[in-house]
């Protein structure tokens, strides 16, 4: 079967009552929405916190996913709420402070090989915007128009985005690539 | 450097993230176990679009016909084209709010974007079909028509909101201006039905302000009701 029709079909199991097909979600889309949040410079255990907050948060509203869609931007958009609220939450400028005493770790112009560089270190020149798209395009593996639908903006827009970030990295990349 | 080598580059990186702790998942999957009963998925969005459409449509007649129809009597045939227009605005509308309201839906425009392209679209019909420049009383007539068209648009949203309940905003703002402007929509057809002051400028200004100060009133109310949900979560 499809990966996707999989998952759509554990949806539907999981709408029906079904806890094995719950589990079977939980264990095969947690590590990519973990992924998704500790991209976005939270801490592993802030990561842990969002991803179980967006599992009870998918579990209240389950019946808001209708079979046949796609499951992952439904998964995403609601991801994506979940963030928003946590940056609402802990407030803007604590996520600067602890983006700023995260820095010594993570230098943005170092000149290491790409393949030593973390996914954060990676994606730190992008903006949030940027980031996100580059996420879920190349990471989560969606389409053009699952991340236009899980964003809630235009195909237009998120390959707009998609390009200019591919710009931002390979400009970045080549320049690691002359240093060392 | 080519895409495709950039892409393998974010396939490794990502790779090489650690994975959440099994422990986790388990805790998470037992956090849902004693509440795993089955639910029932949301309608279809056409079969939610016909319901918010027709229960709309069928508040503005409503209350046109308690107040009079007034409005399309005196309407002459070029006019009749305002109730050809604001119909299908109003299922766009009623569109964009499910949209709004289902995580993950097809890519739209953005509420605001419906609001100004609604607004502009009324605003040129309005100034096209309507020639009559006399301007008296201006004020006292219309905010008795803005009254009396957002007192339309209250119903309207609320049947709209009980048909979408069950539905989950992503972003409550934006679900509120969508569920307002609709809302402001049924109130306008409820005007057009109703209202025989033909003036361009009444009709301009006060008719077409139903939308915008509906949209406004429920994106606010929207925002705060998500505040207070998020604040308590």
């Known amino acids: 079967m499809h990966p996707d029709g999989e998952l759509e079909a554990l949806m539907v199991r999981y709408q029906r009552g079904d806890f094995a097909a719950a589990t079977a979600l939980i264990q095969r889309l947690s590590p990519q929405l973990h992924r998704f949040f500790a991209v976005q410079f939270v801490s592993r255990a802030s990561a842990d916190d969002l991803l179980q907050e967006t599992w009870l948060r998918l579990h209240e509203v389950r019946h808001t996913y ?73 990471i989560s593996g969606m389409s053009l128009e699952e991340v236009a639908r899980a964003t809630s903006s235009s195909v237009g827009s998120v390959k707009q985005k998609a390009f200019r970030a591919y710009e931002k990295l390979r400009e970045r990349l080549g320049k690691m690539g002359g240093a060392s | 450097m080519r895409d495709g080598e950039l892409d393998d580059i974010l396939k490794k990186t990502a790779q090489a993230q650690p994975d959440p702790d099994p422990a986790l998942l388990d805790r998470i999957a037992a956090s849902i176990q004693p509440n795993m009963r089955p639910v029932r998925p949301l309608p279809s969005a056409r079969i939610l679009n016909l319901g918010i459409y027709c229960a709309s449509l069928a508040i503005a007649i409503a209350i046109a016909a308690k107040l009079g129809f007034f409005g399309v009597r005196a309407m002459s045939g070029p006019q009749i084209l305002i109730l050809v227009v604001l119909p299908i605005l109003l299922g766009w509308g009623a569109a964009e709010w499910i949209a709004e309201m289902i995580p993950g839906s097809r890519p739209h425009p953005a509420p605001g974007t419906f609001l100004a392209v609604a607004c502009a679209a009324l605003a040129a019909l309005f100034a096209i079909l309507f020639r009559d420049r006399v301007t008296e009383p201006f004020v006292s007539q219309g905010v008795a028509c803005l009254k009396a068209g957002l007192l339309t648009a209250i119903p309207a949203g609320l049947a709209g909101w009980t048909i979408l309940r069950r539905g989950f905003a992503v972003n409550p703002t934006n679900a509120g201006l969508a569920a307002g402007s609709m809302a402001g929509l049924a109130g306008i057809l409820m005007l057009e039905l109703h209202c025989p002051n033909f003036q361009t400028w009444h009709v301009l200004v006060w008719h077409t302000a139903v939308v915008p100060v509906s949209a406004a009133i429920a994106a606010l109310t929207a925002r705060l009701a998500g505040r207070r949900t998020s604040g308590r979560a």
């Open chain 1, 66 to 138: 209708r079979p046949g869609e796609p499951v992952l931007p439904w998964l995403y958009a609601i991801a994506r709420h979940i963030r928003v609220d946590h940056y609402r939450k802990s407030g803007r400028t604590s996520a600067r402070e602890q983006s700023l005493d995260e820095t010594p770790e993570m230098p943005a112009p170092r000149a290491a090989p790409a393949a030593t560089l973390t996914m954060e270190e990676m994606l730190a020149p992008l903006p949030e915007s940027q980031r996100e798209v580059i996420q879920l395009l190349k």
